[in-house]
């Protein structure tokens, strides 16, 4: 009797025992799990890859055989997880930006929408650009205004969507989207309007009021930008699933213009790049720099081609330490002690005129 009343204590000891080891166990389970899937309120950007374009674009549907490469290239952006948190701090060229700060607010979904169509704007202006140069037939042709945003206060809050196109205004059809807005700004606040547009492939109508923006003038309460379709003899096919944003316009250009103009610009060497294209030629700001120079140093790339645009005063408020994407570029390369030939353009020209000039 008397060994079974010691035993039963160090049954019960040892199931305590066992059970916390259990618990600890279960614990240490779910914070990893926590670590490793939870999404936190942050992104984590860090160096995707340099693409050689001619995995996406294809011009006349005739292979391009030439030696060396035109690249895009391309900054990986995730929802941050804690275990992602910690990489960041702990490697070298990633960067972790607030959801806020990186989706403008937008929701994940709508932020790809909107990457999607500064692709497709981007794929048209470097067409467009490139025929140009080359003194090719083309044209821009307008299809409306693509909506980026509807204000709070606007009456086609929950009617107007992101990626919807805005065909006309009261029946009126537009030009640009400078004509459509000169168009409602002067209407009177409070007066009916009715708003033409596509969605989903589908032709709609909807009613609204004229209100007070936020910059004072009188509008429907619509960011908006054109949405624009090139026309031209020659056949330009982009395959870019999956891809986002405006910043490959640069060497979108470069690479069609080198195949309808028969030129051998890139001379055999790989050439990377980055910078958005517009209308005039001009070469745009984009984000990201240091981050797009890692990924072209580690794909080899022999020159990489960036935007050299000032620092504006604003952006000077808004950040002191503010650099131009140029300045960005040359810091991480020297920090990277890589051997690329970082070239600063402001034009789609002044890359050209660099590869001419070059062997």
Not at 268 to 286: P, S
Request: proline share 3%; hydrophobic share 40%; with cysteine.
């Amino acid at each position: 009797m008397e060994n079974q009343a010691i035993s039963e204590p160090k049954k019960k000891v040892g199931f305590i025992r066992r059970f916390k080891w259990w618990l600890v166990g279960l614990a240490a389970l779910i914070f990893g799990l926590f670590c490793l899937f939870y999404p936190l309120p942050y992104y984590l950007e860090m160096p995707g890859g340099a693409y050689d374009i001619r995995s996406v674009l294809t011009v006349d549907k005739k292979e391009d055989d030439a030696k060396g490469s035109y690249n895009f290239v391309a900054v990986t952006v995730s929802r941050a997880t804690l275990a992602q948190v910690i990489y960041a701090w702990l490697t070298p060229f990633t960067e972790l930006t607030s959801v806020e700060d990186t989706t403008g607010g937008y929701s994940d979904a709508d932020y790809m929408r909107i990457n999607q169509f500064y692709m497709e704007t981007s794929q048209n202006e470097a067409t467009y650009q490139a025929m140009t140069l080359a003194g090719k037939k083309v044209s821009l042709d307008y299809q409306g205004v693509y909506v980026l945003n509807v204000s709070k206060n606007s009456t086609f809050k929950g009617v107007l969507n992101l990626a919807d196109t805005v065909t006309g205004v009261n029946h009126k059809t537009f030009k640009s989207s400078a004509e459509l807005i000169k168009y409602v700004g002067g209407m009177a606040i409070g007066d009916k309007v009715s708003v033409q547009y596509t969605t989903n492939g589908k032709k709609k109508s909807a009613d609204g009021k004229i209100i007070k923006l936020s910059n004072g003038k009188n509008g429907i309460g619509i960011g908006l930008v054109d949405h624009t379709e090139v026309a031209s003899d020659t056949a330009v096919d982009f395959n870019t699933a999956n891809v986002g944003g405006p910043s490959a316009g640069l060497m979108f250009t470069l690479d069609i213009y080198d195949q309808v103009n028969h030129e051998d610009l890139r001379k055999g060497r790989v050439i990377a790049g980055t910078g958005t294209i517009e209308q005039d030629g001009k070469v745009g700001d984009i984000g990201g720099a240091g981050l797009k120079v890692v990924a072209a140093d580690q794909a080899g790339a022999e020159i990489f081609f960036v935007p050299n645009n000032p620092v504006t005063k604003a952006m000077k408020k808004a950040n002191p330490n503010a650099q131009s994407n140029y300045q960005e570029a040359k810091a991480v390369a020297k920090k990277l002690g890589s051997k690329m030939k970082i070239v600063p353009v402001k034009t789609v020209q002044d890359a050209i005129d660099y590869l001419k000039k070059t062997k």
